[in-house]
């Protein structure tokens, strides 16, 4: 296209003016460009969810650890000193982990309910193996099931 040679900018202020002598060709930004820009933008929306998520976590963390030490305290004594064995705190630890990861209330009661019943058994009974196999599927089922 050939406009002339006079052309006249007039009224523009604070902005830069580009003028060209030719063809001006504009493709858009490459493939590899656009995924650049789409790898940012998903993990800038991840972290955002990440955040949420993790505050969600500490409040169910909070609401399952209230549960939990009230329901504990009402335990004899001689069922506390079972929370110094590594087994027991680990199925503390699945209880935490599998309420938070639902926060599901009726759950929650469900994972609380079998952690006691696992202070009141011995260690590689029968009945303990039972308990930690229920505290391992109740999670993968849905309240009526239960």
């Known amino acids: 296209m050939n406009f002339g040679n006079d052309q006249k900018i007039e009224s523009v202020n604070q902005s830069t003016i580009v003028q060209a002598k030719g063809d001006i060709n504009f493709n858009g930004i490459t493939a590899e460009t656009a995924m650049e820009i789409c790898k940012y933008v998903v993990k ?18 909070s609401d399952i650890s209230e549960k939990t030490i009230d329901r504990i305290t009402s335990l004899k004594e001689d069922l506390l000193h079972r929370f110094k064995e590594p087994a027991i705190q680990m199925a503390l630890n ?13 759950l929650g009661e469900n994972l609380i309910d079998l952690l006691i ?30």
Do not use: H, M, W
């Open 44 to 61: 800038a929306e991840l972290a955002v969810y990440t955040q949420d998520a993790r505050v969600e976590a500490e409040k169910r963390l």
């Open 94 to 106: 699945e209880t935490f982990k599998n309420y938070i990861a639902s926060g599901n209330e009726e």
């Open 117 to 146: 019943e696992r202070l009141n058994v011995q260690e590689r009974t029968t009945e303990q193996s039972i308990i930690d196999e229920a505290r391992n599927i109740i999670p993968k089922l849905s309240s009526n099931t239960v």
